[in-house]
């Protein structure tokens, strides 16, 4: 079974930072709080395509 990389952006300024592994049989995005160097916070990042 095959791991996905998936890429985590910032909620409030839309920038990429983070490459996460996703696993296949996970449906729903994946939405991480994580600090974003770029806002200077920790901000809800959320998964993209």
């Known amino acids: 079974m095959a791991v996905k990389k998936v890429a985590l952006a910032c909620s409030v300024c839309g920038s990429r ?13 994946l939405e991480v709080k994580k600090f974003c160097p770029f806002c200077g916070h920790h901000t809800l990042h959320k998964e993209t395509m």
């Open 17 to 29: 930072n983070y490459m996460v592994a996703k696993k296949p049989e996970r449906v729903e995005r």
